[in-house]
Protein backbone atom coordinates (compact mmCIF):
# COMPACT_ATOMS: atom_id res chain seq x y z
CA UNK A 1 0.00 0.00 0.00
CA UNK A 2 1.50 3.38 -1.27
CA UNK A 3 0.30 6.43 1.30
CA UNK A 4 1.43 9.65 0.67
CA UNK A 5 1.19 12.57 3.45
CA UNK A 6 1.92 15.75 4.13
CA UNK A 7 1.46 17.67 7.85
CA UNK A 8 -1.39 14.39 8.95
CA UNK A 9 0.40 13.89 12.07
CA UNK A 10 -3.33 13.93 13.62
CA UNK A 11 -4.52 11.52 11.33
CA UNK A 12 -1.82 8.99 10.65
CA UNK A 13 -2.29 6.47 13.93
CA UNK A 14 -5.79 6.05 13.46
CA UNK A 15 -4.79 5.28 9.48
CA UNK A 16 -2.17 2.65 10.67
CA UNK A 17 -4.39 1.08 13.00
CA UNK A 18 -7.56 0.56 10.93
CA UNK A 19 -4.79 -0.85 8.20
CA UNK A 20 -3.33 -3.26 10.88
CA UNK A 21 -6.35 -4.36 11.95
CA UNK A 22 -7.29 -5.62 8.30
CA UNK A 23 -7.17 -9.61 8.18
CA UNK A 24 -7.39 -10.27 4.45
CA UNK A 25 -3.58 -9.56 3.65
CA UNK A 26 -2.36 -11.81 6.96
CA UNK A 27 -3.78 -15.03 5.98
CA UNK A 28 -0.55 -16.83 5.11
CA UNK A 29 1.16 -14.97 7.99
CA UNK A 30 2.55 -12.49 5.90
CA UNK A 31 2.80 -8.42 7.14
CA UNK A 32 0.58 -5.72 4.95
CA UNK A 33 3.55 -3.44 3.26
CA UNK A 34 2.73 -0.26 3.75
CA UNK A 35 4.75 2.57 2.06
CA UNK A 36 4.91 6.23 3.86
CA UNK A 37 5.93 8.94 1.51
CA UNK A 38 5.86 12.36 3.97
CA UNK A 39 6.18 15.17 1.74
CA UNK A 40 8.14 18.41 2.81
CA UNK A 41 5.83 17.73 6.51
CA UNK A 42 6.81 20.86 9.25
CA UNK A 43 4.14 18.65 11.80
CA UNK A 44 5.12 15.75 14.38
CA UNK A 45 4.40 13.20 11.27
CA UNK A 46 7.61 11.54 11.32
CA UNK A 47 7.84 11.34 15.17
CA UNK A 48 4.39 10.23 15.56
CA UNK A 49 4.81 7.34 12.91
CA UNK A 50 8.04 6.09 14.43
CA UNK A 51 5.99 5.57 18.12
CA UNK A 52 2.99 4.11 16.22
CA UNK A 53 5.13 2.04 14.50
CA UNK A 54 6.45 -0.18 17.37
CA UNK A 55 2.76 -1.13 18.23
CA UNK A 56 2.13 -1.74 14.54
CA UNK A 57 3.44 -5.21 14.10
CA UNK A 58 1.04 -6.44 11.38
CA UNK A 59 2.31 -3.95 9.11
CA UNK A 60 5.35 -3.64 7.48
CA UNK A 61 5.88 -0.22 7.63
CA UNK A 62 8.85 2.07 5.43
CA UNK A 63 8.82 5.65 5.82
CA UNK A 64 10.14 8.09 3.78
CA UNK A 65 10.43 11.54 5.01
CA UNK A 66 11.73 13.57 2.12
CA UNK A 67 11.67 17.51 1.30
CA UNK A 68 10.86 18.03 -2.39
CA UNK A 69 11.21 21.68 -4.00
CA UNK A 70 8.73 23.43 -6.49
CA UNK A 71 7.72 22.35 -8.69
CA UNK A 72 7.67 18.66 -7.63
CA UNK A 73 6.33 19.57 -4.13
CA UNK A 74 2.75 17.69 -4.75
CA UNK A 75 0.91 14.87 -3.67
CA UNK A 76 1.41 13.47 -7.59
CA UNK A 77 5.05 13.64 -7.07
CA UNK A 78 4.64 11.98 -3.00
CA UNK A 79 2.10 8.95 -4.71
CA UNK A 80 4.94 8.21 -7.50
CA UNK A 81 7.37 7.74 -4.99
CA UNK A 82 5.43 5.70 -2.41
CA UNK A 83 4.62 3.57 -5.76
CA UNK A 84 8.01 3.21 -7.03
CA UNK A 85 8.85 1.78 -3.42
CA UNK A 86 6.18 -0.62 -3.12
CA UNK A 87 6.65 -2.06 -6.36
CA UNK A 88 10.50 -2.41 -6.13
CA UNK A 89 9.54 -5.77 -4.41
CA UNK A 90 6.78 -6.98 -6.20
CA UNK A 91 7.26 -9.58 -8.83
CA UNK A 92 5.42 -8.97 -12.04
CA UNK A 93 5.40 -11.60 -14.57
CA UNK A 94 4.34 -11.47 -18.41
CA UNK A 95 0.41 -11.91 -18.57
CA UNK A 96 -0.71 -14.61 -19.90
CA UNK A 97 -3.12 -12.23 -21.91
CA UNK A 98 -2.83 -8.82 -23.01
CA UNK A 99 -2.98 -6.73 -20.26
CA UNK A 100 -4.26 -2.94 -21.08
CA UNK A 101 -2.87 -0.29 -19.15
CA UNK A 102 -6.03 2.77 -19.17
CA UNK A 103 -3.00 5.34 -18.73
CA UNK A 104 -2.45 4.88 -22.55
CA UNK A 105 -4.83 2.55 -23.83
CA UNK A 106 -2.98 -0.02 -25.41
CA UNK A 107 -1.89 -3.45 -24.80
CA UNK A 108 1.68 -3.84 -22.50
CA UNK A 109 3.26 -7.59 -21.62
CA UNK A 110 6.60 -6.76 -20.65
CA UNK A 111 7.11 -6.61 -16.78
CA UNK A 112 8.43 -3.59 -16.50
CA UNK A 113 6.12 -1.50 -18.34
CA UNK A 114 3.21 -3.28 -16.31
CA UNK A 115 5.14 -1.73 -13.66
CA UNK A 116 6.03 1.56 -14.70
CA UNK A 117 2.10 1.62 -15.77
CA UNK A 118 1.19 0.99 -12.51
CA UNK A 119 2.99 4.20 -11.26
CA UNK A 120 1.84 6.21 -14.06
CA UNK A 121 -2.04 5.04 -13.48
CA UNK A 122 -1.84 6.90 -9.84
CA UNK A 123 -0.55 10.09 -11.02
CA UNK A 124 -2.14 10.09 -14.83
CA UNK A 125 -5.06 10.54 -16.76
CA UNK A 126 -7.37 7.53 -17.07
CA UNK A 127 -8.17 6.48 -20.54
CA UNK A 128 -11.26 4.76 -20.12
CA UNK A 129 -13.55 5.44 -23.04
CA UNK A 130 -10.06 4.96 -24.92
CA UNK A 131 -8.79 1.33 -23.12
CA UNK A 132 -11.96 -0.15 -23.82
CA UNK A 133 -12.53 0.71 -27.08
CA UNK A 134 -8.94 -1.13 -28.35
CA UNK A 135 -9.93 -3.77 -26.09
CA UNK A 136 -13.33 -3.88 -28.30
CA UNK A 137 -10.78 -3.21 -31.63
CA UNK A 138 -8.59 -6.03 -30.36
CA UNK A 139 -11.53 -8.77 -30.34
CA UNK A 140 -12.36 -8.57 -27.05
CA UNK A 141 -15.87 -9.34 -26.31
CA UNK A 142 -16.89 -9.99 -22.54
CA UNK A 143 -16.48 -7.66 -19.74
CA UNK A 144 -16.66 -8.18 -16.68
CA UNK A 145 -16.34 -5.87 -13.27
CA UNK A 146 -15.95 -7.33 -10.13
CA UNK A 147 -16.99 -5.43 -6.94
CA UNK A 148 -19.80 -3.15 -8.25
CA UNK A 149 -22.28 -2.20 -11.02
CA UNK A 150 -20.84 0.90 -12.47
CA UNK A 151 -18.11 0.08 -15.42
CA UNK A 152 -20.22 -2.44 -16.95
CA UNK A 153 -22.94 -0.15 -17.36
CA UNK A 154 -20.27 2.41 -19.10
CA UNK A 155 -18.56 -0.66 -21.27
CA UNK A 156 -21.49 -1.13 -22.71
CA UNK A 157 -21.92 2.45 -23.93
CA UNK A 158 -18.64 2.73 -25.27
CA UNK A 159 -19.05 -0.33 -26.87
CA UNK A 160 -22.66 -1.53 -27.13
CA UNK A 161 -21.95 -4.54 -29.09
CA UNK A 162 -19.79 -6.72 -26.36
CA UNK A 163 -21.25 -8.44 -23.54
CA UNK A 164 -20.68 -6.81 -20.11
CA UNK A 165 -21.69 -8.31 -16.46
CA UNK A 166 -21.42 -7.07 -13.07
CA UNK A 167 -20.25 -9.49 -10.10
CA UNK A 168 -20.95 -8.18 -6.70
CA UNK A 169 -22.16 -11.63 -5.03
CA UNK A 170 -21.77 -15.37 -4.94
CA UNK A 171 -25.19 -15.41 -6.75
CA UNK A 172 -23.41 -13.29 -10.06
CA UNK A 173 -20.00 -15.27 -9.77
CA UNK A 174 -22.53 -18.70 -10.13
CA UNK A 175 -24.15 -17.34 -12.77
CA UNK A 176 -21.21 -16.02 -14.56
CA UNK A 177 -19.31 -19.82 -13.98
CA UNK A 178 -22.35 -21.52 -15.53
CA UNK A 179 -22.14 -19.56 -19.15
CA UNK A 180 -18.62 -20.90 -19.61
Known sequence: MAVPAKNEAEYLPALLRALARQTWFNRSGSRLEVVLVLNNCDDASAAIIRDCARELTPLALTVFDVTLTPPSANVGTARRLAMDAALTEVRIAAPLV???????????????????????????????????????????????EFGGKVLAPMVKRIAPDVDAVSIVTMDDLDAVVAKL
Open 98 to 144: PLYANVDAAPIADPGQIRAGLVAQVTGMVRWRESVLAMAAAGVTEFV
